[in-house]
């Protein structure tokens, strides 16, 4: 990739990887979807990279098309994403310094986490995750602030709900 | 005793979404040292907890250098392997419909009474040559067109 010829998608897209792989990932809840998602947005990002700089936000931008590549995968394979991901539980080996307790709660907030409409996870996401601001989130997701405010309410309130008792 | 009634304000407004990323960042350090959390709390630990192990995860490794050149494109063969299937399947139907059909006695070899009779073995061999023969044949070659 050569430096006059990338229009700053090296600088500007390629560090997103990371950032897109989470959220493909919160939303397709499959590891292999998630870097198949990843490798899309990508490859449409570099056939359009010579417009990156009519883009006001290329994170946004870049963000939104990983949400809805993620969510036509959803649709192509006739899945909804309610599954759980094997391969995720199996990554989240027991910490050395984590007590039963807490090892318990932690896996009743993933599954809890995986349950939630694709709207709250993605939000979830965007803001617990990824630190971004509701305006951030609103512009990503198009919705007014209100909105993000409002699921990410309910998403927050069903992880907890699953921690009670705990 | 501690008092910890702003953590559990901010965890309030947390839940209700109402904390700034400032306050969500103060609640995070707060339980991610396990000593400094009370009993009452301690439960809500694993949700920070899986907020940082998943702030961790990251994406399989590439090289943005060979990225515009050669994208690592995986290609789904999946398609391929069904038609080479239905591809096989439909041969093997096709050949085992016509040897069953052409397992005959006009394939049998010639009996030691019909190499001693020459008019028989005309009588069958013109008997394998009348219409109904060559329907039969018709038959079995159009079975390989699927």
Redesign the interface.
Known sequence: ??EE??YG??EHV?PL??K???LA?RITLSREEA??V??DT??RM?RDRERLSLLDSVEAWTLRLVRNLSLDRLKRSGRQAVELDPERDAA?APGAD?TM??E???R???EA?DRLPEMQRSIM?L???E?K?YAEIAEILELTESQV??Y??RG??K??KS??G? | MKDYKYIEELLES?????TS?QE?QILSAFFQDESQVPQHL??????F???E???R????Q?S??????Q????VNLRPFYRAAASVAIVLCLGMAASMSMGVTGDDKAPTAEAVENPDAEFGEMKQSLTPQSSAAVEKKDTLFLY
């Open positions: 990739m050569s010829r990338s998608f090296k390629w990887r990371d897109m792989f989470r990932h870097e198949d990843v490798q990508l490859e570099w989240a984590r307790e807490l318990e709660g932690m009743l907030v993933r986490m996401e803001r617990d995750i630190g601001s405010k409002v990410l309410h927050r309130e992880v907890k921690l009670i705990v | 947390y839940f209700r979404a109402e990323l969500e301690k439960a809500y630990r694993a949700l907890a899986v907020e192990e998943m702030r995860q990251r994406a399989p590439a943005a250098e060979s990225f515009g050149r994208p690592a494109r995986r």
